[in-house]
């Protein structure tokens, strides 16, 4: 397997078992469930991912960077999420927004030669991330991470594992 087939893999899987968590969450109350006063919530973590393509895609292809007015301060780095559903687009906006900016990040890869993976980043680039393919990599990554913090809502709605 190809090192471009292997990004594209862990992009789509961590984006597909992301989806199937995200359906568990019916009303706009479960959607901004916390754990704790300031946790993360599936509907933070849904705008928050689509963001997170977006600054992989400043990196990558920056002409196809885009995000509805008010996104970056809702779900960017930084933001702090708000257990109020009211303060938040409707959630099939959110989850338009993070499959569209899903999807263009795997055209960016896929328009990507397998040599250019290897490819050094800009000057400005978070200095944890080397190369292009550790771009595709971070994200599937930090994806795992949140959808893990989505997890431990949906545990407190009671509803039973996803996996396992």
Known sequence: MSQ???????????????????????????????????????????????????????????????????????????????????????VDQVLEFMRSRRQVLLDVLQETDEAALENPLPEGAPEMLSTVGDVFAFIAWHEGLHVGQVTVADRRLGHKPLVG
């Open 4 to 90: 471009k087939e292997r990004l594209h893999t862990l992009l789509t899987l961590s984006r597909g078992f992301a989806e199937q968590l995200f359906q568990r969450f019916q009303t706009p109350q479960e959607w901004t469930t916390q754990v704790f006063p300031g946790a993360n919530h599936p509907l933070w973590v849904a705008g928050h991912l689509g963001f997170a393509d977006n600054f992989a895609l400043g990196l990558l292809a920056p002409d196809r960077v885009e995000a509805p007015q008010g996104y970056r301060e809702l779900f960017g780095m930084g933001s702090q999420p708000q257990s109020d559903p009211a303060a938040y687009p409707p």
